[in-house]
């Protein structure tokens, strides 16, 4: 962790930032893409239901892997790399994979910046890297409503930006 809502609801925000104030035209990043890259916000901590699955379901005993394969630049450079692959022939999909990537990327971010740490360098280094700002500055409430106050900032920009209450 960060929680599951911190990792989607940031990357939604950036992406959303980003294609509010640098994409020139917006139609080259559409919503549902950036609902994607909130989803590939949540997918390294996949690795947590499959050890749930892996024990529960189909009885195999094996040691907690959380953030080991999947918090990884080796993980990340998998979607990068079907991005490249496809960008000369099927812009969509390489567009698509250039989300994931980022999604994927900016969870791995969150997770060096706010808690214990990653190893990015795994399985070719252990050595694991983080700034650990939750534990280091023993805030729990305030790290608690972290989320909070970023989806409150977010739509005060929405708002300002879009006259989004004008849809509600
Ligand atoms: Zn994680």
Redesign the pocket.
């Known amino acids: 962790?960060?929680q599951a809502v911190v990792?989607v609801l940031f990357t939604i925000i950036v992406l959303d930032l980003f294609r509010d104030h640098f994409l020139k035209n917006k139609k080259r990043l559409p919503l549902h893409y950036v609902f994607i890259g909130g989803i590939a916000g949540l997918l390294?901590?996949i690795?947590i239901p499959l050890f749930w699955l892996l024990n529960n379901f189909l009885s195999l005993n094996v040691t907690w892997f959380?953030?080991i394969f999947?918090?990884t630049f080796f993980f990340v450079l998998i979607f990068l790399f079907i991005s490249l692959i496809y960008f000369d022939f099927n812009r969509k999909v390489s567009k698509l994979f250039a989300i994931i990537t980022f999604g994927v990327a900016f969870?791995?971010f969150?997770?060096w910046l706010l808690?214990g740490g990653?190893a990015p360098l795994y399985p070719f280094s252990d050595r694991v890297y983080g700034l650990n700002l939750i534990g280091r500055l023993n805030l729990p409430l305030a790290i608690e409503g972290l989320e909070a106050i970023v989806l409150l900032w977010w739509l005060w920009h929405e708002e300002k930006t879009h006259k989004i209450s004008d849809f509600i």
């Open positions: 962790m960060p990792h390294p901590d690795d959380h953030r999947t918090h969870h791995i969150l997770d808690v990653v």
